[in-house]
């Protein structure tokens, strides 16, 4: 099974950076995702890591530590757009199912 | 966007009634998922499909059971729903392992008085 911590809540300033941070413990693991969910919306993909380092995909990143079992999203230059829900995912190792952490709620202050 | 249907998109049911909600794609997509979302605890896997009749059990079964019969179409069933299954309803989908991305649905809003 996978244990998936991420921080509940952050606020940041537009114009700012965020990190959200995401530990996973597992017992197989077939790659990191992220996703986008937007109040009263389904959730939408972000991005993919599977091998250790930095993915970059315009303003938003994502970083990725197999060894320490730690990722984060990185979300540059905020806009209040970027309000919603960030949901971090990791997918086992023989089958091909999600696990979530709970969501971390961002919100952005002009 | 992703072909995938939900249906219905809110529903209202009494206590101890069955209902059925559909999730219907148009990707000829391998995996299908049925998710539920609560506050606190993010999305949990209820059940999956790897295939036309193949499924197996997530993390939150216990009250829920599916049905594929159709390579589009998963079907999740509450036998005798509860006030504990009010919740969020994703369906999704995927193409496989690896990189290949789940896609979700636009979430069914079930309330169950």
Known sequence: GQNIDQPTEMTATEGAIVQINCTYQTSGFNGLFWYQQHAGEAPTFLSYNVLDGLEEKGRFSSFLSRSKGYSYLLLKELQMKDSASYLCAVRDLDDYKLSFGAGTTVTVRA | ?113
């Open chain 2, 1 to 113: 966007d992703a072909g995938i249907t939900q249906s219905p998109r809110h529903k209202v049911t009494e206590t101890g009634t069955p209902v059925t909600l559909r999730c219907h794609q148009t990707e000829n997509h391998r995996y299908m998922y049925w998710y539920r979302q609560d506050p606190g605890h993010g999305l949990r896997l209820i059940h999956y499909s790897y295939g036309v009749k193949d499924t197996d059990k997530g993390e939150v079964s216990d009250g829920y059971s599916v049905s594929r019969s159709k390579t589009e179409d998963f079907l999740l069933t509450l036998e005798s729903a509860t006030s504990s299954q009010t919740s969020v309803y994703f369906c999704a989908i995927s193409e496989g392992t690896g990189g290949n991305t789940i896609y979700f649905g636009e979430g069914s809003w079930l309330t169950v008085v």
